[in-house]
């Protein structure tokens, strides 16, 4: 298969898109499984995973698939792989809080080639390929050009999956608070991402991520003219999740000093 093709662009376009109907089957999404107290499945998960699993071992036979709902352990990070989130916000999903998103990214050798963050509900596509920019229903994005902290809307998460560090994400939120506009919670880190690249946030932050929440996101934040590192100043990896700070390309480095506060 060729990267750099409009036409894989295309059909990788109109895969999540499909996938994405399943959202609106309220049956389906009634039907939760707990991975942990608070961190859930729902037959949706199962059915979006299955269904794009099948649609790109078609495509690409030969690319390796990671998946938020399959062991991923035998996974070979020096060769391609696709990397899902089949519902990134499923706790929205299961509330019918509309705030939810497929997330597929295709990576190579660590490195993100191709971003594709679905929400449904607002049928909203973002899309970004390394190097031809970011696009929301294939009109070009940008971050936004706020300065300062103290002028940004910031979301911070708490990822309720993750309880023992809760006091972390709360110091993290006040100490952000306390230098913004105001802060915001929506429970879905790739659309996040997104918002930061399109310019209705101007940050994000979150700890605990696993590599399919922001793998696409991340790409597209970046085509968007847009700032990504780990909370600790590193570079995200695909290998490992890690806690994450996007920001508009000004108020990155004032993010990340709040945190350290």
């Known amino acids: 298969m060729e990267y750099g093709s409009g036409t894989l662009m295309g059909q990788l376009s109109q895969a999540v898109k499909e996938a994405g109907r399943m959202f609106n089957d309220r049956e389906k999404a009634a039907q939760v499984k707990q991975k942990g107290a608070t961190d859930f499945v729902t037959q949706v998960d199962v059915s979006v995973q299955n269904y794009l699993r099948e649609r790109l071992e078609k495509l690409a036979p030969d690319i390796q698939f990671m998946g938020e709902e399959k062991d991923n352990s035998d996974l070979d990070f020096t060769r391609p792989m696709w990397v899902l989130d089949p519902v990134d916000g499923t ?147 695909l290998a490992e999740g890690s806690g994450i700070v996007c920001a508009n390309g000004q108020i990155g480095l004032e993010l990340l000093e709040a945190l350290e506060a």
Not at 155 to 170: K, L, M
Not at 212 to 225: S, T
């Open 91 to 237: 706790t929205n999903l299961v509330h019918g809080f509309c705030h939810s998103a497929v997330s597929l990214a295709l990576a190579d050798q660590g490195e993100v080639l191709y971003g594709l963050v679905y929400n449904p509900d607002a049928d909203e596509l973002y899309t970004a390929e390394r190097g031809g920019g970011a696009f929301l229903n294939g009109v070009p994005i940008r971050v936004s050009g706020v300065k300062l902290l103290a002028d940004a809307l910031v979301d911070v998460g708490t990822n309720p999956s993750d309880r023992e560090r809760a006091d972390r994400s709360f110091r993290w939120m006040r100490a952000v608070f306390d230098r913004c506009h105001d802060v915001r919670r929506m429970g879905a880190a790739s659309l996040c991402l997104c918002y930061v690249a399109a310019g209705r946030l101007d940050g994000y932050l979150e700890g605990s991520l696993k590599p399919w929440d922001y793998a696409a996101g991340m790409l597209i934040v970046r085509e968007a003219g847009g700032f990504v590192s780990t909370t600790e100043r590193g570079e995200p990896s």
